[in-house]
């Protein structure tokens, strides 16, 4: 289904503005972590941890889950498709794959907002745990360079279902 | 089906009009899959792995996600 030139303006508009909040809002994340495993100050450490969760939850997550409906309606929803060209199904792939590890990893997160809600953390306190969430962080950011990289550039190049797809197209059209 | 509406994130029209396949002109019978996507999908697995590894060897192995 095609859709309408203003229905695929709005929605393109929502694809763009959730990717690009998403991005922006991890990289402030990654700020929060980094600042949360090497401060000296036990407030900076636990004011930051408390950030995090709030900031996961209530503007990572959903902006991550806003991106992947909105690229996929906007696939669906004009000629570009699903799986007819190999960069549209890396995104889709990058974009499944840090939704799925932002979610497996919202237990730690939570975990250390909640420590940090009732203890004050210490520099080494839960050294391993802190680490990761720097890490999941940095993943996060150079996947969601490289899906907007590939917006931009889009680089050409069918898949084997879109290119028999087209030629399919081109013997109806060209008998 | 105006060409506006083909559009995706830039200003860049659909690839139709740009006679895309990655591999050169469109009209050939034999499908190659584009150099780019080769290199991109190796280094996309290879990524996955170590990050697969570093999560569940190193992190979980050291202690694992709780205290």
Do not use: C
Not at chain 1, 149 to 174: A, E, H, I
Not at chain 2, 1 to 26: F, I, Q, W
């Amino acid at each position: 289904m095609i859709m309408s030139p203003r229905l695929h303006k709005f929605v393109l508009t929502a694809h763009i503005t959730s990717s690009v909040g998403w991005l922006g809002s991890v990289a402030g994340f990654l700020v929060l972590a980094v600042a949360g495993l090497t401060s000296q100050d036990s407030q900076l450490i636990r004011a930051a941890y408390l950030a995090m969760e709030l900031v996961a939850s209530f503007v990572i997550v959903p902006l991550s889950l806003a991106s992947l409906l909105t690229g996929l309606v906007q696939a669906l929803g004009t000629k570009w498709g699903l799986f007819r060209h190999y960069w549209i199904v890396f995104k889709l792939v990058i974009n499944i794959a840090s939704s799925l590890l932002l979610l497996v990893h919202m237990q730690p997160i939570t975990h250390l907002a909640d420590i940090a809600a009732r203890t004050t953390l210490a520099r080494g306190d839960y050294f391993l745990m802190r680490v990761q969430l720097v890490a999941d962080a940095t993943y996060a950011v150079v996947a969601l360079l490289v899906a907007t990289t590939l917006s931009v550039y889009k680089p050409r190049g069918m898949t084997r279902y879109g290119w028999s797809k087209q030629r399919k197209q081109r013997m109806v059209s060209q008998p | 089906m105006t060409e506006e509406d083909t559009r995706m994130a830039d200003l860049t029209s659909y690839p139709d009009k740009r006679n895309d396949t990655g591999v050169g002109p469109n009209h050939g019978s034999t499908y190659r899959t584009p150099r780019w996507v080769k290199v991109f999908g190796i280094i996309l697995i290879v990524a996955l792995v170590l990050v697969f590894l570093v999560q569940h060897l190193v992190f979980e192995g050291m202690g694992g996600h709780m205290p």
